[in-house]
């Protein structure tokens, strides 16, 4: 089956400060989404972003589908940033079944 | 749009006892899917429907669990005979075919087994 690496793991940052968050995926998909979880564990999706660019406020996401990447841009990093940071993917010729990478714990100190 | 609905937020039960979650998707998807995922890990996928149809059970949905969707709106998942490796969240998902948003996900379910 498909492949999604994230990196880095684990990632501490001081409020205010980017970051940039990378998944990568070793097939062709047909949707791509990012998630944040949050410590009560809610999911909450993102960026829907099997290509292009898309921002929504603090938080930019790029996915370049030839090259098999997605990367999550998080500017002026804030505490309730913190949470693990999901890639998920749905592989083409499968149009349902989201796998998804192991996630980057992020943690934001004040 | 209330979102997806999970009840209830945590469960406890003592090995072998049997378990019922419960999952409202958003009203108009049609597609419902339930993740499992243990701590340090992504979900894993579970089973999914279309409608009320199961069209899919992965090989970690051993026979201690059944999952329905009566009438292809809220879902059901059973877990009979409780063990230990049960304990975990369980994740339900919504998504409409062909509407280009992806999955939106429940708050979970958090399963101990004790």
């Known amino acids: 089956g498909i492949q999604v690496e994230q990196s880095p793991p684990d990632l501490i940052l001081q409020e205010g400060a980017n970051s940039t968050l990378r998944c990568n995926f070793s097939d062709s998909v047909n949707n791509l989404q990012w998630f944040h979880q949050n410590p009560w564990g809610q999911l909450i999706n993102l960026f829907y972003?099997?290509?292009g660019t898309k921002q929504n406020g603090r938080l930019s996401a790029t996915t370049v589908a030839t090259e098999r990447y997605s990367l999550l841009y998080i500017s002026s990093s804030q505490t309730t940033d913190s949470g693990v940071y999901f890639c998920a993917v749905v592989p083409r010729g499968s149009n349902y079944k989201l796998t998804f990478g192991k996630g980057t714990l992020l943690t934001v100190n004040p | 749009d209330t979102g997806v609905s999970q009840n209830p937020r945590h469960k406890i039960t003592k090995r072998g006892q049997n378990v019922t979650f419960r999952c409202d998707p958003i009203s108009e998807h049609n597609r419902l899917y339930w993740y499992r995922q243990t701590l340090g890990q992504g979900p894993e996928f579970l089973t999914y429907?279309?409608?009320?149809?199961?069209?899919?059970k992965s090989r970690l949905l051993s026979d201690r669990f059944s999952a329905e969707r009566p009438k292809g709106s809220f879902s059901t998942l059973e877990i009979q005979r409780t063990e230990q490796g049960d304990s975990a969240m369980y994740l339900c998902a919504s998504s409409l075919t062909g509407k280009g948003d992806g999955y939106t996900f429940g708050s979970g379910t958090r399963l101990t087994v004790v």
């Open positions: 972003i099997p290509s």
């Open positions: 429907f279309q409608n009320e149809a199961q069209l899919e």
